[in-house]
C-alpha cells in the first residue's frame, strides 16, 4: 500500500535538499581546501594599516601595540583615523607617534552633513596612505598573531586586489556568545566559501585588504556614501563590478579577535546596521544568499507546523535527523579550519534560535529602518 505524505513534507525534503547543496559544493570544500600558500618574503611589498576610531581610547591602549609588534620586514605604517573622539585619543597617538615614525593621525574634526561619518573618515585616511597596500581592521579587533600582516599581505601575491580575512569573536561564558560566534561562523563560512568558488560578494572591515587603484576605481564610497553601513561589503560589491581580483586568506595566523556584544539589544542594533546593506547587494548575490538562509529558516518553520500533524511524525523526523547529523558535520569542521570552535551538541541548538532571530531581525528592518552610527 503507497504511503502518502502532506505536501508540507515535500517541501521539508526540498529545503534539506537545497542546504545539502550548499554543504557539498561551497562549505566542505572549503573547509577541506589545502593549506594556503606561505607569505613569500621576497614579494612582500609595503602595507598601510588604517584603523578608524571613535571614543575608542582603551581600545587602542590593546590593539596599538599589537600592530607594532607585527613581524614584516618589508615595512609598514599605521594610520589611525580619530573620527571626532571627545577622549584622550589625540594625545594617545600623538604621544606614540614621536617615538614610531610609522605611526600617523589624522584628525577628523567634523563630518559634511549627509555623509556617513565612518565612510567620510576612511576615505580622509585613505588618501594619505603611503603604500600600494592598504589593509583595515577595527580600533575594537585584535591581530591573533604577530604573523597577521604577513599573511594577509601574502594574498596580494597570488596576484590579487582584494583580500577577505576573518574576524572571530573571543569566548566568553554565556548562550549569547556561543550565539554571537555561531553567527560569525556561519557569516564567515559564506562569504569566504562563495569567494572561494569565484562569487564574491563581501568582506568584513574588521579583516580587509585592498588596493588604493580598487578604492579609485569604485570612486571610493561614493554609490552609498550616505548609508551608515557598507564600508565594506558594499565596497567589495562595488569593487567586484568592477573586475576586481579577490581572494580568501583563511589560515588562522590571519585571523583578527573582537570583543562580542554584551548584551541581546547591542548586538541586535550592531546586526540590524550589517544586515540593512543587504538591498543594495546584485540580485544574483542576494538571491545565492537568501536561497540559503530562506531553505534554513523554511525548514524549522515547516518542522514546527508538521509537529501536530501526527501522521508525519515518522517522515519528520527522518528528515530531521538526516539534516541535524550534515549542519553539525559541516558546521563543526568548518569551525577546526576557522580555528573557531564550538560545542557540538549546541550547534542544533544555535542553528534553531538563530534562523528565527534573523527572521526577526529582518522583519524590523523592513518595519524600521532608522539607524545610527556610534
Known sequence: MPVHFSPAIWLLLATVLVQVGYVTYYFLPFANRPPEPEPTAELAEAVSILVCARNELDNLRRLLPLLLKQEYPAGFEIILIDDRSGDDTYLYVQQLTQYYPHVRLVTIDRTPEGLAPKKYALTLGIKTARYG???????????????????????????????????????????LNKLIRFETLLTGAQYLSFAWRGKPYMGVGRNLAYTPQVFRSTKGFASHIRSL????????????????????????????????????????????????????????????????????????GISLILLFSRPDWIPLAGLW???????????????????DPLPGVLLPVLDLVYFFYYLALGIS???????RWK
Open 133 to 175: 597596500q592598504l589593509l583595515f581592521t577595527d580600533a575594537d579587533c585584535i591581530p591573533a598573531t604577530n604573523h597577521w600582516l604577513q599573511h594577509m599581505q601574502a594574498g596580494f601575491q597570488r596576484p590579487a586586489d582584494m583580500v577577505l580575512g576573518y574576524s572571530a569573536y573571543a569566548e566568553a561564558p554565556g548562550f
Open 365 to 371: 528592518l523592513f518595519l524600521y529602518r532608522t539607524l
Open 229 to 300: 553601513s557598507g564600508d565594506d561589503d558594499l565596497l567589495v560589491q562595488d569593487a567586484v563590478a568592477q573586475g576586481a581580483r579577490v581572494v580568501v586568506v583563511a589560515e588562522p595566523a590571519a585571523h583578527t579577535l573582537s570583543e562580542p556584544a554584551q548584551t541581546w539589544a547591542a548586538w541586535w542594533r550592531q546586526k540590524r546596521r550589517h544586515l540593512s546593506a543587504g538591498r543594495r547587494y546584485q540580485a544574483s548575490d542576494r538571491w545565492r544568499i537568501g536561497t540559503f538562509m530562506g531553505s534554513n529558516m523554511l525548514f524549522h
Open 321 to 339: 535527523t538526516v539534516r541535524t547529523a550534515l549542519v553539525t558535520g559541516t558546521y563543526q569542521r568548518l569551525s577546526r579550519r576557522l580555528d
